[in-house]
């Protein structure tokens, strides 16, 4: 019998993706307010991997990823994904933009071994969390490199995003794990 452990702490990471700076500085605000200071933010890459988003948030999307200097249990997943929801409603209600989703709003989180993300949709290789929200490994460490999954996003198997999920892992790894603080 396997004994049990606590988890270990792991970087918050926020995908922000809008058409509006306003919206990813918005979004930015808010996050610091509610998870602290940002450890790491990637440049704003552009988002043209699908047309998925257009109806909702129209074309000329912009991505950007933030990772936050103190660590998260990994069970708080599933309330920051309800929160970062609220945020993105509470953002559209503003009325500042026409798209009915102006913005949109992804939580997960790094470890030295895996890149998580939440979803409020359940799939095949999703697993449930809580609260209508279930969670996926997106990418994996191994053999020194970011491997996606058969289900990983497009946009996640992108050099620039991986160089930039590679810096995370570097700062997770020079934690020490137990100081609750991304240097």
């Known amino acids: 019998?396997?004994?049990?452990?606590?988890?270990?702490?792991?970087?918050?990471?926020i995908a922000v993706v809008s058409r509006?700076?306003?919206?990813?500085?918005?979004?930015?605000?808010?996050?610091?307010?509610?998870?602290?200071?940002?450890?790491?933010?990637?440049?704003?890459?552009?988002?043209?991997?699908?047309?998925?988003?257009?109806?909702?948030?129209g074309s000329e999307l912009k991505k950007q990823f933030l990772v936050f200097e103190r660590l998260i249990d990994p069970s708080a997943l599933a309330?920051?994904?309800?929160?970062?929801?609220?945020?993105?409603?509470?953002?559209?209600?503003?009325g500042h933009h026409a798209e009915p989703r102006p913005l949109n709003l992804d939580p997960g989180y790094i470890t030295a071994?895996?890149?998580?993300?939440?979803?409020?949709?359940?799939?095949?290789?999703?697993?449930?969390?809580?609260?209508?929200?279930?969670?996926e490994v997106t990418l994996a460490y191994r053999q020194r490199r970011w491997q996606p999954l058969e289900w990983t996003y497009p946009d996640y198997r992108r050099d620039d995003f991986q160089q930039f999920f590679t810096r995370c892992r570097e700062l997770v790894l020079n934690c020490g794990g137990d100081s609750g603080r991304v240097k």
């Open 20 to 57: 509006y700076q306003d919206a990813l500085d918005w979004a930015r605000e808010r996050a610091v307010k509610q998870h602290g200071a940002i450890s790491l933010s990637s440049d704003t890459f552009d988002f043209t991997e699908t047309e998925y988003y257009t109806p909702a948030m």
């Open 113 to 135: 071994a895996k890149l998580v993300l939440a979803s409020t949709k359940d799939h095949a290789h999703r697993i449930y969390l809580r609260d209508g929200i279930y969670a």
């Open 79 to 94: 309330g920051i994904k309800r929160q970062t929801n609220d945020w993105e409603a509470e953002y559209a209600a503003l």
């Open 1 to 13: 019998m396997g004994e049990v452990h606590d988890p270990t702490f792991v970087a918050l990471l």
